[in-house]
Each structure stands twice: as C-alpha cells, then as structure tokens.
C-alpha cells in the first residue's frame, strides 16, 4: 500500500488567541484534495494526512475549533511520568486532552537545550507507549554537511530512536536539515531525495524491509507554496513538516502538493 501523504504544520511559539482563529478558520474554510473510491460502497477520503501544531496553551482551543479531518500535535512533552518537572508537559496530559500527535526532538530544541540522541529516542519510546503518534525529528547542521557527515548524524539520531521502538506504526520521521529551517534556504529536490532514499536504505538494513517501506519520511526547511509540489513529486518524499509557512494561507498549497504523488 502507497505511504499516505503526510503534511504537519509547526506553529513553534507564534500567536495570540486572535490569529489562531484565524488561521483555524482559513484551514475549515479550505477546499483539499480529496478521492472517491468506487466499489460495494462509495468511500471518501483525504489525499493527504493533515496535522496542525499550535503552542500547548492553544491546543485545546484548536482541537475544539479545527475540522475533524485535521488533527492536532503538541509540540513537545516530558520523558517520563510528569510530576516535579516544572516548564514541563506530561504525555499523559497530552492523551487525557485528547492530543494524538507530539513533534518531537526538533532541530531548535536539540541545539537549543541540549536534547541529545538518547533523550529523544526516550521521550519517543515514552510517548509511543502512552498511545501518542509521533512526529520524530533528525536532521544535520550546515558544518555536519559541508564537511560530509550528513548521513552518520542522520543515522545516529534514527538509531537512538530505533533502538528503543518495537512498533513502528505510529511513527514519522521528519528530515530538517538545520541549515534550512527558517532561513529561507531550502534543500534541493534531489538533496532531500538522497537522504530520505538513503534513511530508507538504513532502516531497511537496521530495523526491517517491511518498516522501511511502511514509515513515512517527511521534509521540513523553508517549505513553502513556491517550492513544494518540485520537493514533493521526490520519491522517497512523503510530505512536510513546515514552519512559517503554516500560518500563512499558503500552507493550503502544500497541502494540495499532495496531488503530485498521484500523477
């Protein structure tokens, strides 16, 4: 079976109570790509799998306001059981509100508080257990990849997290390369094609063939309208995480970049 189309929105800490409804309102308001399937029954569904990441003190709000066919991520939570982690936001919290999804190890929280390989692969393994499906992110700095090191740190932060995932099926990578989040720079189609062919090859080789070709491999870094469907139409390229782009109307293109897959 096809991968489904997978397109994440990052809000990162943007907004006030104002322009989330707003943009809550363009994303009900949008029309997207949707299949009908013609057998005993008519069937009806989206091309592609729609998830929105509003800061934690929106996301009840969203979740109560967003169509139904759209989800909601946190994110980020704690490794463990919550208790005394003040800042912190439990993965039980999340499930008792009903979250389903959480972004987790992001480029900015690894190079910005220290979050290592280990403690990303624990907080997935946790958040996994708990019912959460997880948005996992592994990418490499501008340094790592001028110097040619993009793989070996793409491949030890996937292994951090596959050594302790016995179920992949709630899983999804997201490739951002640090150099491209936020600044505008972009990775090529065919540099986002080459690590994501080769991150399949290593799970292939390190966790299974049948994984391999089940998990989704999304790509985040400056994705917008302009450069989506080229990234997109990538085969090994399942989708996006994408920043600002989200909180902007244009973030209904990408979504509609889903088409590409189906030509």
């Not at 005993?40 to 979740?63: G, M, N, T, Y």
């Not at 463990?80 to 929280?109: C, D, Q, Y």
């Amino acid at each position: 079976m096809a991968r489904k189309f997978f397109v994440g929105g990052n809000w990162k800490c943007n907004g006030t109570t104002g322009e989330v409804k707003k943009i809550v309102t363009t994303l009900n308001e949008a029309e997207v790509p949707s299949e009908d399937v013609v057998g005993s029954l008519i069937l009806f569904f989206w091309v592609a799998e729609v998830v929105v990441s509003p800061p934690f003190v929106f996301l009840p709000l969203v979740k109560s306001l967003l169509r139904s066919d759209f989800h909601v991520a946190a994110q980020n939570c704690w490794v463990r059981k919550g208790g005394a982690f003040t800042g912190e936001i439990s993965a039980e919290m999340l499930v008792n509100l009903g979250i389903p999804w959480v972004i987790l190890g992001h480029s900015e929280r690894r190079a910005i508080l220290n979050e290592s390989n280990d403690f990303v692969g624990d907080k997935v393994a946790y958040a996994l257990s708990l019912g959460l499906k997880v948005i996992a992110c592994i990418g490499e700095t501008l340094e790592q990849r001028e110097s040619g090191s993009t793989m070996a740190v793409v491949a030890a932060q996937t292994k951090a997290i596959a050594d302790k995932v016995s179920n992949w099926d709630n899983v999804v990578f997201a490739y951002e390369p640090v150099w491209a989040i936020g600044t505008g720079k972009v990775a090529t189609p065919a540099q986002a094609q080459e690590v994501h062919c080769e991150l399949r090859k290593w799970l292939k080789e390190n966790v299974g063939a049948e994984i391999a070709a089940s998990t989704r491999i999304i790509y985040g870094g400056s994705v917008n309208g302009a450069n989506c469907k080229e990234l997109a139409a990538q085969r090994d390229v399942d989708g996006f995480l994408v920043g600002g782009a989200s909180l902007k109307p244009e973030f209904i293109d990408i979504i509609k970049s889903a088409t590409v897959k189906k030509n």
